[in-house]
């Protein structure tokens, strides 16, 4: 398993209450803090974490009013962006975007 997948299974396996969609996926409300260009937004939204087969650590967070898709990036995948799990509990996803430049996305559970 990759370090990313591993990093996305930690994370998913310390959650708690998640919600199970008919197709496997979960999705919870969680905290995303993204730090691009300097700036450092959050906001807390609903998150899904992919678990078929074909997109299994692929993330997808509903837009907000403060972090949406017209600003950052809002779905994530291990074969594209680098996953870390902190100490702290929070998933670490970073890339680089020619929209965005180099950005940071940290996402945890409320």
Known sequence: MSEN?????TFR????????????????????????RGQSLQETLNITLKLTTFEYGQISIEDGDILNSEIVHMDFNPNFQDYSFSNEGF????????????YEAKITQV
């Open 5 to 9: 997948l591993e990093a996305f299974a």
């Open 13 to 36: 396996n310390q959650l708690q209450g998640q919600n199970q969609h008919s197709n496997g996926d979960e999705s919870f409300c969680g905290r995303l803090i993204y730090n691009f």
């Open 91 to 102: 998933l670490i996803i970073r890339g680089r975007s020619g929209r965005i430049g180099n």
